[in-house]
């Protein structure tokens, strides 16, 4: 099985990004279950604004899209910036709404089937109002929310300190981690099984 990481920070590369050690260590995770991953940090990419799955011009989601269709897990990693998910996450959902006007031969959207996990970081707190926003827009567009499915991070409000500045992962967003991927792994693999009917 395979795994598209969406790193939607707003840090271009090759600036540091919390949004992406998080998003790399649900991969590692998701690699214990034998699921390979891989990771596409969206800011470096020219993502035009729309709702189409191709929006024309320079547009670069179709090569996007081609992976997360490729793919059994989607992983919408995002930082929270004023208790919101970022413009680049909000801006993939607004991609992805494409994905409701494109079935296959049974009538279904090309993202049954595919499982679908949220990562949220910051210094402020957002992250389940983030993944409740994440999970209601990723499953109005076809993919499949396994049990516990975000693993977060919260510093304290008003600091500097950020994720990737921690000596060391703490315990329970380690453990969110894990639970997360084995959990989006079994799923995907029970999907892979068993399809959804045709519509």
Not at 12 to 17: F, L, Q, R, V
Not at 109 to 122: E, Q
Request: net charge negative; hydrophobic share 45%; with cysteine.
């Amino acid at each position: 099985m395979r795994a598209l990481a969406l790193n939607c920070t707003l840090t271009a590369s090759p600036g540091g990004s919390s949004t992406e050690l998080l998003a790399q260590q649900v991969l590692d995770a998701l690699a214990e279950h034998g699921v390979s991953g891989e990771m596409v940090r969206l800011v470096d990419l020219n993502i035009a604004p729309g709702v189409k799955a191709d929006m024309g011009g320079s547009d670069q989601w179709p090569t996007v899209r081609d992976r997360i269709l490729d793919a059994d897990i989607l992983v919408l990693a995002t930082p929270t910036w004023m208790g919101q998910m970022s413009s680049v996450a909000q801006r993939a959902l607004e991609r992805l709404d494409a994905e409701l006007s494109e079935t296959d031969s049974e009538g279904r959207p090309l993202t049954f089937g595919k499982v679908a996990v949220a990562a949220v970081v910051g210094n402020e707190d957002g992250a389940h109002r983030i993944s409740a926003d994440l999970y209601q827009a990723l499953n109005d567009v076809g993919f499949t929310i396994p049990a516990q499915a975000v693993t977060y991070w919260n510093g304290e409000a008003m600091h500097t300190v950020d994720y990737k500045d921690l000596d060391s992962t703490p315990d329970k967003v380690a453990t969110a981690t894990a639970t997360l991927a084995a959990n989006a792994a079994h799923l995907a693999g029970v999907l892979r099984e068993a399809a959804y009917p045709a519509s």
